[in-house]
């Protein structure tokens, strides 16, 4: 992976790692799948200079409220902390919702970070969060389980632990997600939930809409220490092998990791790296697309990003050294199919540049030349140009 990989930092596990609880009602492993515990696991990542990472769901897990163990260093039991039985996340029956937030649970969710940090792990995602959940026809899914959400963030920073929520989180309650997490998902699966393939070009370009409702929120970033979650990556997924991944062509591939990280999203890949062929590799460690995300700095697009409404794209962001990095992008995309050519301008006055600018292509490394006023490009549908700008003043 370090070979394959070697910018990612976690090694996250979804959901299936674990089927039940301990002795303290806390989230324990499989032992089927991990018999030498997950210590011995998250010591081979750190090996290679990786963390671990797990999932789980906010509240109190109805099998251990039934056994109703003891909560760890207190006189209480589990029973104690739900009498109402009141859904504890999105997803129904598996947790219940606490019916006070009072001392023993934060101790119970103190607990449980303990349990993870002995295990090793650095990062947590926990779904089934809510205000948010459901689906765009469907929302609010998830009941409004910010009081448990906050108490595991307050556990979970003891130990510098990565909490992350999930899932289709509102952005109307965005300073709340960033005070208590440091990322959110944002929309629903980007997985499509084919038979024969894993995602389609058209939800890709979907999350261009999403993202665009979060540029306002003025909380996503390095400088708040929060950021948007638009969903796993999928470029190059190889099974048994054969290409999986459902995009159209390599323009919608080179397209979905240029949005991933001109919004500095959370950037996580769902393949088996030593699976994904060499071109595709190549893509997802690109060192100018990686600097541009690591810039940490959410981009904002130029008129509408609503995909429906604009089809012809510009998002744009300043790096660190003083240039402007712009993404171009035509988001012609339906359901089933690519839609038409389009030209894109950028007028350079957009992104603030008063002057003349020298302009670079990011993905090839090529020298455009310097512009005066504006730069256009006619791109496929499903295509992008990723753009490094650089002032000349006058």
Not at 18 to 42: H, I, M, Q
Not at 213 to 241: A, E, P, Q
Request: net charge neutral.
């Amino acid at each position: 992976m370090k070979y394959k990989m070697p910018k990612y930092e976690y090694i996250n596990m979804d959901s299936g790692w674990s089927e039940t609880f301990d002795e303290y009602g806390r989230w324990t492993y499989r032992k089927d799948l991990f018999p030498n515990g997950l210590t011995a696991v998250s010591d081979h990542l750190r090996k290679n200079g990786h963390r671990l990472g797990i999932y789980i769901l906010p509240g109190i897990r109805c099998d251990a409220y039934e056994a109703n163990p003891p909560i760890k260093g207190t006189k209480y039991r589990m029973q104690d902390l739900v009498v109402e039985k009141r859904e504890g996340n999105g997803f129904k029956g598996v947790t219940y919702m606490p019916d006070a937030h009072m001392d023993v649970v934060q101790i119970y969710y103190d607990s449980l970070a303990e349990l993870f940090a002995e295990w090793g792990v650095g990062f947590v995602k926990i779904d089934g969060c809510g205000f948010g959940g459901g689906d765009q026809f469907y929302p609010y899914q998830s009941p409004d389980n910010r009081e448990c959400i906050r108490m595991m963030s307050k556990a979970f920073r003891r130990y510098n632990i990565w909490m992350e929520l999930s899932w289709y989180m509102d952005y109307s309650y965005a300073k709340d997600w960033a005070t208590i997490s440091n990322g959110a998902r944002i929309y629903i699966d980007i997985e499509s939930y084919s038979t024969k393939t894993m995602t389609t070009s058209h939800r890709v370009f979907q999350r261009v809409t999403q993202a665009s409702r979060w540029v306002d929120t003025g909380v996503v970033g390095k400088d708040y220490g929060f950021f948007i979650d638009l969903d796993v990556v999928l470029v190059g997924m190889v099974v048994h092998g054969k290409c999986v991944d459902g995009l159209d062509n390599d323009d919608v591939r080179r397209s979905y990791i240029s949005f991933w990280a001109i919004v500095s999203s959370v950037f996580c890949i769902g393949s088996d790296p030593r699976m994904i062929p060499d071109k595709y590799l190549a893509m997802l460690n690109h060192p100018g697309i990686l600097e541009i995300h690591q810039a940490g700095n959410m981009a904002q697009p130029i008129g509408s990003g609503n995909v429906w409404l604009n089809r012809r794209q510009i998002w744009w962001k300043p790096m660190p050294d003083g240039r402007v990095c712009c993404m171009l992008f035509n988001a012609h995309t339906y359901m089933f199919m690519l839609g038409f050519s389009h030209e894109v301008r950028l007028y350079l006055k957009d992104v603030g540049m008063i002057d003349k600018a020298s302009i670079e292509d990011v993905w090839t490394g090529e020298k455009l030349g310097v512009f005066d006023e504006s730069y256009s490009i006619r791109l496929r549908a499903g295509q992008c140009q990723v753009l490094m700008l650089s002032p000349i003043l006058l």
